[in-house]
C-alpha cells in the first residue's frame, strides 16, 4: 500500500484559496490522472478518473475502490481510493513562498498516478473576496477580471507533485 499526496504549486494573481470544489452543476470534482502499473511500469495511453462517490468492487475482494484498473501489459489489477481529509486550499501566502501544497490523497495498490491532468472544477477567491467557480485549468493557466476589486486575477504555472506519505 503506497500513500500518494498530490500537490500543486501556482503563481496566484490577486486570488486566493485555490482548491478543488466540483463543476458548474454541483457535481462532485473528479481528478484526471494518467496511470503507471507499479509491477511493469507501464503508463496509461488515457487518462483515468477518480471520483469520492464512484466505488467499484474489487474482484476477487470484499473492498471497494475508487479506480479499479488492469495494466494493458502485465494484465495485473489495481485500485486507487481516494482518502479524505488531506487536501487544503493553495493560498496566496503559498503562492509567494512557492510551495507546494496537498490537495489530495489516494491508497494506491498496484497502480498509481503518474501525472496530474488539471481540469475544470477548481474554485478560489479573489483577494476582494469574489468568489471564483468552476475554474477550468485544462490550458495550464486561468484569468479573469474581478469587479469588485477593479483588477486583473489570474493563474499561472501550474505545477504538480506526488508525495508519498504516511
Same mark, same amino acid.
Given at each position: 500500500?503506497?500513500?500518494?499526496?498530490?500537490?500543486?504549486?501556482? =503563481?496566484?494573481?490577486?486570488?486566493?484559496?485555490?482548491?478543488?470544489?466540483?463543476?458548474?452543476?454541483? #457535481?462532485?470534482?473528479?481528478?484526471?490522472?494518467?496511470?503507471?502499473? *507499479?509491477?511493469?511500469?507501464?503508463?496509461?495511453?488515457?487518462? *483515468?478518473?477518480?471520483?469520492?462517490?464512484?466505488?467499484?468492487?474489487?474482484?476477487?475482494?470484499?473492498?471497494?475502490?475508487?479506480?479499479?484498473? @488492469?495494466? @494493458?501489459?502485465?494484465?495485473?489489477? /489495481?485500485?486507487?481510493?481516494?482518502?479524505?481529509?488531506? /487536501?487544503?486550499?493553495?493560498?496566496?501566502?503559498?503562492?509567494?513562498?512557492?510551495?507546494?501544497?496537498?490537495?489530495?490523497?489516494?491508497?494506491?495498490?498496484?497502480?498509481?498516478?503518474?501525472?496530474?491532468?488539471?481540469?475544470?472544477?477548481?474554485?478560489?477567491?479573489?483577494?476582494?473576496?469574489?468568489?471564483?467557480?468552476?475554474?477550468?485549468?485544462? =490550458?495550464?493557466?486561468?484569468?479573469?477580471?474581478?469587479?469588485?476589486?477593479?483588477? #486583473?486575477?489570474?493563474?499561472?504555472?501550474?505545477?504538480?507533485?506526488?508525495?508519498?506519505?504516511?
Amino acid at each position: 500500500m503506497v500513500l500518494l499526496l498530490v500537490k500543486i504549486k501556482a =503563481d496566484l494573481e490577486n486570488i486566493t484559496n485555490l482548491q478543488p470544489t466540483g463543476g458548474s452543476d454541483g #457535481s462532485e470534482f473528479t481528478y484526471y490522472f494518467k496511470i503507471k502499473c *507499479s509491477s511493469c511500469g507501464t503508463l496509461s495511453d488515457k487518462g *483515468s478518473t477518480i471520483t469520492a462517490s464512484e466505488q467499484y468492487p474489487i474482484p476477487k475482494s470484499r473492498g471497494t475502490a475508487h479506480l479499479v484498473q @488492469k495494466c @494493458k501489459a502485465c494484465e495485473k489489477l /489495481g485500485n486507487i481510493s481516494l482518502i479524505e481529509g488531506h /487536501g487544503k486550499p493553495y493560498t496566496a501566502e503559498d503562492s509567494e513562498s512557492g510551495k507546494f501544497v496537498p490537495v489530495a490523497c489516494f491508497d494506491c495498490r498496484g497502480i498509481e498516478p503518474a501525472e496530474f491532468i488539471f481540469r475544470d472544477g477548481w474554485s478560489a477567491e479573489g483577494l476582494s473576496g469574489t468568489k471564483f467557480e468552476n475554474i477550468d485549468l485544462s =490550458d495550464g493557466e486561468w484569468s479573469e477580471y474581478d469587479e469588485k476589486a477593479s483588477e #486583473s486575477v489570474g493563474i499561472l504555472n501550474l505545477k504538480h507533485t506526488f508525495d508519498i506519505t504516511k
